[in-house]
Structures are given as C-alpha cells and as structure tokens.
T-cell receptor, first 114, second 111 residues
Framework: GAVVSQHPSWVICKSGTSVKIECRSL??????MFWYRQFPKQSLMLMAT?????????EQGVEKDKFLINHASLTLSTLTVTSAHPEDSSFYIC??????????FGSGTRLTVV | RKEVEQDPGPFNVPEGATVAFNCTYS??????FFWYRQDCRKEPKLLMS???SGNEDGRFTAQLNRASQYISLLIRDSKLSDSATYLC????????????FGSGTRLLVRP
C-alpha cells in the first residue's frame, strides 16, 4: 500500500527556534498534501492544503507566515514552524492524496516547545 | 457549530458487548463519509468507508442517512483491541477534497 514517511516523530525545541517537519511519499506521487494539528483530546484540525509546485492554501485562523509549507516535489512536503512558542506544542500530522488508496497519513510528529 | 459532531464518550463496555456511535454533519455538500480509528499518540487509520446503502465489515457496520445528515457505526462482540478513539470523517468534494474530522468518540473495552 501507499506509505508516507514523516520525520521527526518527536522533537523538543526551545522557544523562539524553528522546527521543520518532513513528509515523504515513498511509493507514489502525492499531488496534494494536507497538514493537520491535533491538541490533546481534540480532533485533527486541518491547517493547510498544498499542491505540488503551488502555494499552500491555509485554513482560517492559521498564520501562513508562522507555518511555512513547501511542496516542491511530488514526493516531499515540509512544514516549518517558525519562532515556535509553547502554545505551538502539538501533534502535527500530514496526509497525502494521489492514489487509489485515497488518503495516506504520516505517523505524526509530536512537537514540544519549552 | 462544528461541521462534524460526535459524542466524546468515553464508552466503557465489557468484552462481547455491542456498542453504537453516532455522528452528525452540518454541510449538505459532503459527499464521502468514513470512520477512522485512532490509537493514543498515533495517526488515524481508515476503518471503513460509509455508503448510503449501509455496509458491513466483519463485526463493524456503518450506516448513512443523508436526509438526516447522520452517520453511525455499530461494533458487535467488542474486543479489548477495539479500545481506541473512533473518528467520524466527511469529505467535501470541492477543488481540494478536504477531510473534515469529528472530535472522536473514545471506546474502552474492559475484560
């Protein structure tokens, strides 16, 4: 089946620093990548949708200058949390579409900002 | 109002019990419907799609009522391994095919 590799699986960073999260589609071309955030005991909230080679579309309330998304190729999309603060601590997860399997999720990244 | 609403639970049931989860969605343009399962600190995994005619996969039965904008999931003969959070998910087939997640219903199956 389709596989999306997401790295890192967890990261701890200092407040004010930036963190990059990568999602790679290993055996298919991900034409669209969705980025979600999940706070404890809450559901996945869509942050943005990115299509290869074009600018990401952000959901209402998501700061595009803070959460930089790059989808430069059909197999790689990145999310960079810039100037991270403790309130950005969350579970970030990507989901790729582009196959008959529908949506394939990465395994998620647990970000803790201290 | 949330676009997809679920009872958060938790549902605490003994092994072998039958349990039912409900979900409502507010956007009548929703076209595709799914139930996902999410274990603690893991990514969600597709449990089953939901079709208008209703569909069954082993111990799991899903139903969709488009007129009432209501989706259900029935689990028969609960197993300990069924303990997880069950997410109701809808898809709006506009240009972006976004998945919209409910907040999930937590199930605890006890011995």
């Amino acid at each position: 089946g389709a596989v999306v590799s997401q790295h890192p699986s967890w990261v701890i960073c200092k407040s004010g620093t930036s963190v990059k999260i990568e999602c790679r589609s290993l055996d298919f071309q991900a034409t669209t990548m969705f980025w979600y955030r999940q706070f404890p005991k809450q559901s996945l909230m869509l942050m943005a949708t990115s299509n290869e080679g074009s600018k990401a579309t952000y959901e209402q309330g998501v700061e595009k200058d803070k959460f930089l998304i790059n989808h430069a190729s059909l197999t790689l999309s990145t999310l960079t949390v810039t100037s991270a603060h403790p309130e950005d601590s969350s579970f970030y997860i990507c989901s790729a579409s582009g196959t008959a399997y529908g949506y394939t999720f990465g395994s998620g990244t647990r970000l803790t900002v201290v | 109002r949330k676009e997809v609403e679920q009872d958060p639970g938790p549902f605490n049931v003994p092994e072998g019990a039958t349990v039912a989860f409900n979900c409502t969605y507010s956007n009548s343009a929703s076209q595709s419907f799914f139930w996902y399962r999410q274990d603690c600190r893991k990514e969600p995994k597709l449990l089953m799609s939901v079709y208008s005619s209703g569909n069954e996969d082993g111990r799991f039965t899903a139903q969709l009522n488009r007129a009432s904008q209501y989706i259900s999931l029935l689990i028969r003969d609960s197993k300990l391994s069924d303990s997880a959070t069950y997410l109701c998910v809808v898809n709006r087939q506009n240009s972006s095919y976004k998945l919209i997640f409910g907040s999930g219903t937590r199930l605890l199956v006890r011995p």
